[in-house]
């Protein structure tokens, strides 16, 4: 039993750049996923994740996965996008979501996916426990 709360010790920021589609909502092992963050040795507060996309986007999923190490990577979350053309006046598609109560234990590691092949930063707002 904790006898003190565990504050965060290390601040981290992680990214990940997605460029092909994972069309499933199972995957054997990480096939096709991109690793965002590996959690650190006593693990890893996600605090926020913001998808960002890097050119024309259509109207799809990104998804976010949690790896154990073994076996395969299980569904955790997904942003719903919205179809964007960047411009000189229009920017291009972000979301953010926030998580109160998200650990990433140790030797667990987050990744991401899009559902289309499309251009995406993955971004990961954390701290090391």
């Given amino acids: 039993m904790a006898t003190a709360p565990a504050y965060a010790a290390t601040p981290r ?6 460029t092909t589609g994972v069309t499933t909502l199972t995957v054997t092992g990480v096939t096709g996923l991109t690793s965002i963050i590996a959690a650190g040795a006593n693990g890893t ?18 998804s976010l996965w949690i790896y154990s190490g073994s076996g395969n990577a299980q569904l955790f979350d997904q942003f719903v996008t919205t179809s964007t ?3 000189s006046t229009v920017a291009s598609y ?8 998200f650990v990433l234990p ?8 899009a559902y289309t092949t499309e251009n995406w930063n993955v971004e990961c707002f954390a701290a090391d426990l």
Wanted: overall charge positive.
């Fill in 13 to 18: 920021y992680a990214v990940g750049n997605l």
């Fill in 45 to 62: 507060r996600i605090n926020r994740v913001r998808i960002k996309a890097t050119a024309s986007n259509a109207a799809s999923l990104v």
């Fill in 85 to 87: 053309t960047p411009s």
């Fill in 94 to 101: 972000q979301a953010d979501k926030t998580y109160t109560d």
């Fill in 106 to 113: 140790t030797g667990y590691t987050l990744y991401a996916s």
